[in-house]
């Protein structure tokens, strides 16, 4: 539901390569299977997320992507999650 809010309100762009399928995005996908498995093998919680490193420090602030969605019209409380989801974050590498 979210994607298709987002799709319709901010169409991706064609430089885009993260969620689009890619000769990179299967091995990530076969690798978030393999985490998958895993975690329920051994009946862990599991959390993935994939971070384009090459674009890491090429950003946009969070305020001004949550204007630019209440811009394009994005639903209230879809606005609202993602801001729940921007509360706090952090990025680690290990």
Known sequence: ILTAQFIKACPV???QRGFIISSGWSKNV???QLLIQ???REHQPLGAVF???TKAFDTVSHFHVIMALKQKVIDDHFVALIKILYDNLTTQID
Request: proline content about 8%; overall charge neutral; glycine content about 0%.
């Open 13 to 15: 762009n064609p430089q």
């Open 30 to 32: 076969q690798l978030l």
């Open 51 to 53: 971070v384009d490193l």
């Open 38 to 40: 895993c975690a329920k």
